[in-house]
C-alpha cells in the first residue's frame, strides 16, 4: 500500500492526461459557510435525499462529499457544478449524463467517517473505496462471508497483529473492483481474488483480470485514526496522481497545500 503520497492541489485544475487517473481526497468536516455554498450546488434529489438523514452530522457528510464531487467535476467539464446532470448504471453506479457526457470523464466516490476520496480518468472506468481501520469490525465472521477461500487462507497466515490490515486491505479492493465494474453484488464476492498482505502489491485474480489494474493507498490520518483505500480503474498502464481537495473562503475550490 502506498504510504508515500505526496498530496497537492494546483493553482489551477490539473490536466488529465490519457492513462492517468486522478485521486482526490478531502475532509468532509467543513464550516457552515462553505457547506451552504456546497449544498447550493446539489440538485433537487441529492437536497431531497440529505432531508431524509436522521443525524445532522450524516446529513452534512452527504452534502459535503455530494458538493465536492460536483466541484471537482465541473472543473474539469468547466460547467456551472449545478448544471451537472448524472445517469445511474442498473446496480446505481453513477455516470455523467446529458452533453457533458460527450468529455470522455469517468468518476466515482467513496467517504468514510469524515473522509471522502474520489477517482477520475478519461474513457476508463473507475472504482474507489475508502474504509476506517477498526478492529472490532475486522472479525473471522465477516471475513467468512465476505472473502474467498483463497483470501481467508492470506488472512489467517498473516501474524496476528497486522490481520486488521490485512483484512481492510482486501474489504477496499475487493469494493473498488465491484465499483469499477458498476454490477454491484451480481458479482459473486467468492468469484474473485485480491491479495491483501500488508506491504505486497495489490494484485487481482479475476476473469477479467487484463482489463482492470489495481492500486492500494494510505488517504489521510484523521485525529490519529487509519484508513486504508483502494483504486481500480480499465488498463494496467495508467498512473496514479493524488490532489488535496480544500475550501477557501470565496467558494469551494481546489487549492495548493504544502
Known amino acids: 500500500m502506498n504510504s508515500t503520497i505526496e498530496w497537492s492541489s494546483p493553482a489551477a485544475t490539473p490536466g488529465l492526461a490519457s492513462r ?7 475532509s468532509l ?9 456546497l449544498e447550493a450546488t446539489l440538485a433537487d434529489q441529492e437536497k431531497a435525499r440529505a432531508a431524509r438523514f436522521i443525524f ?10 455530494r458538493g465536492i464531487l460536483r466541484d471537482l467535476l465541473g472543473k ?90 490485512g483484512f481492510f486491505l482486501c474489504w477496499t479492493r475487493k469494493e473498488a473492483y465491484i465499483k469499477a465494474k458498476g454490477d454491484g453484488l451480481q458479482i459473486p464476492l467468492d468469484s474473485f481474488d485480491v ?26 490520518q484523521i485525529s490519529e485514526r487509519r484508513f486504508a483505500a483502494a483504486v481500480v480503474a480499465e488498463g494496467k498502464d495508467w498512473r496514479t496522481r493524488y490532489w488535496e481537495w480544500k475550501a477557501t473562503e470565496s467558494g469551494a475550490t481546489s487549492e495548493l497545500r504544502g
Open 20 to 26: 492517468e487517473i486522478h485521486v482526490w481526497r478531502a
Open 29 to 37: 468536516s467543513t464550516d457552515e459557510p462553505t457547506l451552504r455554498r
Open 56 to 65: 445532522e452530522r450524516d446529513r452534512d457528510r452527504y452534502i459535503a462529499a
Open 76 to 165: 474539469y467539464l468547466q460547467c456551472a457544478p449545478r448544471s451537472i446532470e448524472f445517469s445511474y448504471g442498473p446496480y446505481g453506479k453513477p455516470a455523467i449524463a446529458g452533453a457533458a457526457s460527450r468529455s470522455g470523464i469517468c468518476f466515482n466516490l467513496s467517504h468514510s467517517h469524515g473522509l471522502a476520496v474520489v477517482a477520475i480518468g478519461r474513457e476508463q472506468e473507475v472504482g474507489i473505496d475508502v474504509e476506517l481501520i477498526r478492529a472490532e469490525f475486522a472479525s473471522e465472521a465477516i471475513a467468512k462471508r465476505y472473502f474467498s477461500a483463497k483470501e481467508i487462507d492470506e488472512l489467517t497466515r498473516l501474524p496476528a497483529e497486522l490481520r486488521t490490515e
Open 195 to 220: 491479495s491483501l498482505s500488508p506491504g505486497s502489491p495489490a494484485t487481482l485474480s479475476s476473469d477479467d483480470e487484463p482489463r482492470w489494474g489495481i492500486e492500494s493507498f494510505v488517504p489521510s
